[in-house]
């Protein structure tokens, strides 16, 4: 199995996503990859590796590039590089930290949608305060609008993910929503609503932002404006709530003899908490794996999407999709979409 992986997206390119690379060789004999990137920069990182070829470029997109004219634009960027790799079937799936809008771009324009997807979505996982129970999330971005027949497929794609990947037989399907009632919401939530009731899934009804982090469901389906503001909400308050935390132990030599005291429970909930712990956002409905790592991703959450991406080609995650609204039992579903 070879995977592409753009070796210069994200605020600690080229670093950690060799690091991360090296780790993952080590610990999967199979799998081989090849690195997009500067080649004079990427050899004195790599050392001694025959399992890591390198595609060279100088190129890159930038995080304040415009997505899609970037993307016509620089056709020798490491990104869109990495993807075309997997359009040409040198590699089995694409792994950037870059611009996330181009990324999208980029998996349009290389690999396209699979047939009967709208609009694909972008789907990382959260962690819940349950052990190991963290979430599927689509849409949190990729679609600033959204129908309710997009929020369907996004129910369809993510009930697959979460059996085939997350392993979790029956997986719940939640709709974020302003209440727990059938009624509540806007048109848009409240068609979704109907469309995920009728659908064969096991749909647990509407679900409130508050509610997200107690797990109440394995996937959670929004519209992309929804789904991206509730995303950084989270992220914003663990990332101030973190920073109130250190200032307040750091105060004083009390708290300071108190957290060393309960460094390893500080720590372990730390751990527990890491996003880098569950991978990268996938591109759902592309036509072949593409996975978005975080801009501020380190090593291990390059690690972690490897091994992310070798369970999505191993379960024939996108092979699944497509067969599924393809298959006549679904008749259903096209006829609503």
Known sequence: MRLAIDAMGGDHAPEAMVEGTLKALKEFPELQVTLVGDREKLVTLIGDQDRIDILHTT????????????????????????????????CAAAISAGNTG??????????????????????????????????????????AETKPENMLQYAIMGAIYAEK???R?????????????????????????????????????????????????????????SGNMVLKSIEGTA????????????SSLY????????????????????????????????AAPIIKVHGAAKSEAVYTAIKQAQLLIEEDVVGTI????????????????
């Open 59 to 90: 190129e890159k997109i930038e995080g304040t590039d415009a997505p899609v004219q970037a993307v016509r634009r620089k056709k020798q960027a490491s990104m869109v590089l990495a993807v075309q790799e997997v359009r040409e079937k040198r």
């Open 102 to 143: 181009a990324l999208m771009a980029s998996g349009l324009f290389g690999v396209g949608r699979i047939k009967g997807i709208d609009r694909p979505a972008l789907a990382p996982t959260l962690p819940t305060i349950h052990q190991n129970k963290g979430f599927l999330f689509l849409d949190v971005g990729a679609n």
């Open 239 to 250: 990332m101030s709530l973190m920073k109130l935390l250190k200032e307040t132990l750091g």
């Open 255 to 286: 708290t300071k003899v108190l957290t060393g005291l309960m460094y390893g429970k500080l720590k372990s909930i730390k751990n527990h908490m890491d996003t880098s712990a569950y991978g990268g956002a996938l591109l759902f409905g592309l």
């Open 169 to 225: 037989p029956n997986p719940r399907i939640g709709l974020l929503n302003i209440g727990e009632e059938p009624g509540k919401g806007n048109e848009l939530v409240k068609e979704a609503y109907k469309l995920l009731s009728s659908a064969p899934i096991n749909f647990v009804g509407n679900v409130e932002s508050r509610e997200l982090l107690e797990g109440p469901a394995d996937v959670i389906v929004a519209d992309g404006f």
């Open 165 to 167: 990947v997350m392993h």
């Open 322 to 337: 497509e067969k599924t609204f393809h298959d006549k039992q679904y008749d259903w579903m096209n006829s609503k979409a």
